[in-house]
């Protein structure tokens, strides 16, 4: 049963909020949450009604079945959301260059107790950087990865835009639910429908039994 209830992140977004076997599924309610997924290449000339291009919001029980149905890539260099730091850190090490060795910061002092942050770049990936987020856990939480010129992908190489809410020419987003696990955003910009970057992101974790 839907919960008659609004929650909010950080971007201000509104989202409807009810019970999902092992956990709470927020779901995009409305188009106006995604103002900064709004490119000026949407209003070129290619393109005169961008917003036929952003209209996608199916009814709620449509889109969680495309959230916890869709196919979408859900890792950078096979480095997943709410794995160990450790883990990336090996992965990454081995991709990064010598001569620039990962900028990591830690915010104590920001107020985020224990978050890391940590930008590599790489010489042995398709991907030119990798920036994450890790929490006082040391559990990855965020994630981006921005290809080189050249290795861009098409959005329908990321995952299947037919399930994407949000769709344009610079941006593709996807929701997605699996079984225990923490409720998640993919969204690949670039130009063309072709990624540049892709970013993950934690949205809620499973509640702990």
């Known amino acids: 049963m839907v919960e008659r209830s609004l929650a909010f992140l950080s971007s201000a977004a509104p989202f409807v909020s009810f019970p999902l076997f092992t956990g709470t599924l927020l779901l995009l309610t409305g188009m106006a949450c995604w103002p900064v997924m709004a490119d000026p290449a949407s209003a070129s000339p290619a393109s005169p009604n961008p917003s036929s291009n952003l209209s996608r919001l199916a009814p709620l029980k449509e889109r969680l079945a495309a959230a916890e149905s869709v196919k979408v890539q859900t890792n950078v260099l096979g ?57 006082r856990e040391e559990r990855i939480t965020y994630i981006t990865g921005s290809l080189r010129k050249g290795k861009e992908l098409p959005f329908d190489k990321v995952g299947e835009i037919e399930k994407a809410p949000i769709l344009s020419n610079s941006t593709v987003a996807w929701d997605v639910v699996r079984p225990g696990r923490p409720l998640i955003r993919v969204i690949a910009r670039g130009t063309s429908r072709k990624a540049s970057s892709i970013t993950l992101f934690i949205v809620k974790r499973a509640p702990h039994r």
């Open 79 to 135: 480095i997943e959301l709410d794995s160990p730091l450790e883990m990336a850190r090996a992965k990454l090490d081995s991709l990064a260059d010598p001569a620039k060795p990962p900028i990591e910061e830690n915010e104590d002092a920001a107020g985020k107790e224990g978050e890391h942050k940590i930008v590599w770049q790489l010489v042995r990936s398709d991907f030119s950087s990798v920036y994450l987020k890790a929490d």
